[in-house]
């Protein structure tokens, strides 16, 4: 499979296929079983503060619980399984040292000081690079969007001052401007940006009358907002990008490299059709190349992006006007 090797953050993949952080990428034999299926790289399980912070107050009320106890009665003592930061980084660093793939580590914390301080411990684990997850809940009616992305710009700054692997930043859609976010991110040189977070949306049970969380695993149709703006970036970007959600099989992974992606993540097929289904997508996608004379992934990256195409329009909203005039059309060829 030499003619999928790629570029993605200065690192060299056997192929474009990483498997985004879940936890999927938190066990080691899933890691290793991941690995043999042929992936190019992986992105642990993330570090969340909230999580860790959540831990930290349930151990507090673990050692409460017993403080009151009899020393004799010390065998009583539970084993804490909330170890906070460090079980985390002992799996990330175990996870280096066992797989000969590239392993990025992943981190979203929640307040601005902590954000280098735990980008820097990941950074010691000798993962190969970072990923930032940069989506939060707004909360406050009174802050407004350009704050939010002050915020972010600074956080990057310190992550990038703090260590030296590279940085790749996970991003949600939901900015006024992704394009003007990202233009201001690149310009802080940072590695790479993934295109986009898959956010946990809540549901209501009507007859408990409470609310849930679900998994939600991606369909098909949610990789054409990272296929816009993919094909609007390439080329006017320094950083590399890597295409996430809705990506399902090779079909979905060569048009996301069409539009400009040097890599792109895969987890939602990953729990509908397993591990294996790795060997499946690269072979779709090597399939593909051969059938069409492509010897490399760079001969056919970015080659349906904005910038390589003669229609100015293509990725923009005025095509939905020609959708709407044809829309007899379409209604015929879905009916045949």
Not at 145 to 153: A, E, P, R, V
């Amino acid at each position: 499979m030499s003619k999928l090797k790629t570029n993605y953050l200065g690192i060299e993949l056997k192929n474009p296929l990483i498997v985004g952080a879940s936890s999927l990428t938190s066990n080691i034999d899933t890691l290793k079983a991941i690995e043999k299926a042929g992936a190019g790289a992986v992105v642990f399980k993330s570090l969340f503060e909230e999580q860790i912070q959540l831990e930290e107050l349930e151990m507090e009320n673990e050692l409460e619980e017993y403080n009151e106890r009899h020393a004799e009665m010390v065998k009583l003592f539970p084993t804490l399984k909330h170890a906070g930061p460090a079980d985390h980084l002992a799996k990330l660093k175990r996870a280096k040292e066992e797989l000969s793939i590239p392993v990025i580590g992943s981190l979203n914390a929640m307040h601005p000081d902590t954000w280098a301080e735990y980008a820097i411990a990941i950074s010691e684990t000798g993962v190969d690079a970072l990923e930032l997850n940069f989506y939060t809940t707004p909360k406050d009616f009174e802050v407004e969007g350009k704050t939010i992305i002050q915020s972010q710009i600074e956080i990057l700054k310190s992550v990038k001052e703090n260590i030296k692997i590279p940085v790749s930043v996970k991003l949600s859609p939901f900015y006024t401007n992704p394009l003007d976010v990202i233009g201001k991110f690149d310009k802080i040189e940072v590695e790479g940006f993934v295109l986009f977070n898959r956010l946990f949306q809540p549901d209501i049970d009507i007859e408990k009358e409470e609310l849930i969380q679900t998994i939600i695993l991606s369909e098909p149709d949610a990789n054409r907002l990272p296929l816009r703006f993919i094909g609007l970036l390439y080329g006017h970007i320094a950083a590399d990008i890597c295409a996430a959600t809705g990506i399902l099989n090779g079909t979905d992974a060569i048009k996301m490299i069409l539009a400009g992606a040097n890599a792109f993540q895969v987890v939602s097929t990953l729990y509908k059709n397993g591990i294996e289904h790795i060997t499946k997508i690269l072979a779709q996608i090597e399939l593909w190349m051969s059938r069409k004379g492509y010897e490399s992934i760079d001969d056919f990256k970015g080659k349906l992006s904005k910038k390589n195409l003669h229609d100015p329009f293509a990725y923009r909203r005025a095509q939905y006007v020609d959708i709407l005039l044809r829309s007899n059309d379409i209604l015929k060829s879905n009916s045949l």
